[in-house]
């Protein structure tokens, strides 16, 4: 009997150090930086569970009005003056909503939203991971339909 305890233990031992050896590692995060036509955005954070993000949007720059199939995001004003409109439950129309730097807003699956800047903005975005999960109902720059940055 006692070896075969050892065996197990040996073999429980081997798959705690796979496991181990599979996680992510702590360390300098890759950062991504991605021009985009209302300015740019800096992927500072991204792993399997989240993204954090930080958007420059130049003044008079918008961003698409979009929606998420699966992400869910929270945006955070770090400077600048941007309206956040918004398609709240049973509206038809998007709710111009000014943002003051400090403040923050969380956009759930499903629900219509665009930034649009009034001066130049940087703000920060955290969300789940899917990145390309953007579906684009108009776009001043000839992105609708896409995922193109």
Request: include cysteine; charge should be positive.
């Given at each position: 009997?006692?070896?075969?305890?050892?065996a197990?233990?040996?073999a429980?031992?081997?798959?705690?150090?796979?496991?181990?050896?599979e996680?992510?590692?702590?360390?300098?995060?890759?950062?991504?930086?991605?021009?985009?036509?209302?300015?740019?955005?800096?992927?500072w954070?991204?792993?399997?569970?989240?993204?954090?993000k930080?958007?420059?949007?130049?003044?008079?720059?918008?961003?698409?009005?979009?929606?998420?199939?699966?992400?869910?995001?929270?945006?955070?004003?770090?400077?600048?003056e941007?309206?956040?409109?918004?398609?709240?439950?049973?509206?038809?129309?998007?709710?111009d909503?000014?943002?003051?730097?400090?403040?923050?807003?969380?956009i759930?699956?499903?629900?219509?939203?665009?930034?649009?800047?009034?001066?130049?903005?940087?703000?920060?975005?955290?969300?789940?991971?899917?990145?390309?999960?953007?579906?684009?109902?108009s776009?001043?720059?000839?992105?609708e339909?896409?995922?193109?940055?």
């Amino acid at each position: 009997m006692p070896k075969k305890k050892t065996a197990q233990r040996g073999a429980a031992s081997r798959a705690t150090a796979k496991r181990r050896a599979e996680r992510p590692k702590s360390g300098r995060a890759k950062v991504t930086h991605v021009p985009k036509p209302w300015g740019h955005e800096t992927i500072w954070a991204q792993s399997e569970r989240y993204v954090g993000k930080i958007l420059h949007i130049n003044a008079g720059h918008e961003l698409s009005v979009q929606y998420h199939n699966r992400k869910d995001e929270t945006v955070h004003l770090l400077s600048g003056e941007i309206v956040y409109r918004v398609q709240r439950e049973g509206d038809d129309i998007l709710d111009d909503m000014k943002l003051k730097v400090g403040e923050s807003f969380r956009i759930t699956p499903g629900t219509i939203h665009q930034m649009v800047a009034l001066t130049d903005c940087d703000v920060l975005e955290v969300s789940t991971p899917e990145i390309d999960d953007v579906v684009r109902l108009s776009d001043k720059y000839g992105r609708e339909g896409t995922t193109e940055p």
